[in-house]
């Protein structure tokens, strides 16, 4: 089962950095972005990251709470948070069930091989746990301005 935009997101306990288990229903009254990507330490998810946490604050005015997902093991995602510097935490869904929840697993050929792969997206839910908005197979390089422009979290050139 796979959510729909405008329905309620199914209540989760996972764990993420810093010791942290994130509990969505604790989290009502906040916006929500989960952001998907494949793989720590890789090129593109690294600059994706890089560019959630140079614009950390934009999403906080917005009263959202950010959270990156991969299926990375929680050591992973330690080392990756602290190389990176982050001020948020990084999820990890090892056993897949948010990447199922969440629709983001695809088939993908690698090297002739099918692989099951994580296809780089984004959802924001409401402040009452509610799925309002989504990009999905989104370009790495993009992604984070056009979350911004989306939300109106960007300011404007003028000129």
């Known amino acids: 089962m796979t959510i729909e935009i405008g329905r309620p997101v199914p209540d989760f306990v996972v764990p993420a950095t810093s010791h942290k288990n994130v509990h969505l229903r604790a989290l009502r009254g906040y916006r929500i972005l989960l952001y998907f990507y494949p793989k720590n330490h890789t090129p593109a998810c690294t600059i994706e990251t890089q560019d959630f946490g140079a614009n950390y604050h934009r999403f906080r005015q ?15 995602h330690e080392s990756f948070k602290r190389a990176q510097s982050l001020p948020f935490e990084l999820i990890s869904d090892s056993d897949e069930a948010l990447c199922n929840l969440f629709g983001v697993l695809r088939e993908k050929e ?25 990009w999905i197979d989104v370009d790495a390089r993009n992604h984070v301005h056009r979350v911004l422009d989306d939300l109106g979290a960007r300011p404007r050139r003028t000129g």
Not at 62 to 76: A, C, E, H, K, Y
Not at 115 to 134: A, P
Request: net charge positive; hydrophobic share 40%.
């Open 62 to 76: 917005q009263n959202i709470i950010l959270f990156g997902v991969s299926r990375d093991t929680l050591d992973s």
């Open 110 to 134: 690698l090297l002739g091989r099918k692989i099951k792969g994580l296809v780089r997206s984004t959802f924001l839910i409401d402040e009452q746990g509610t799925l309002s908005r989504t």
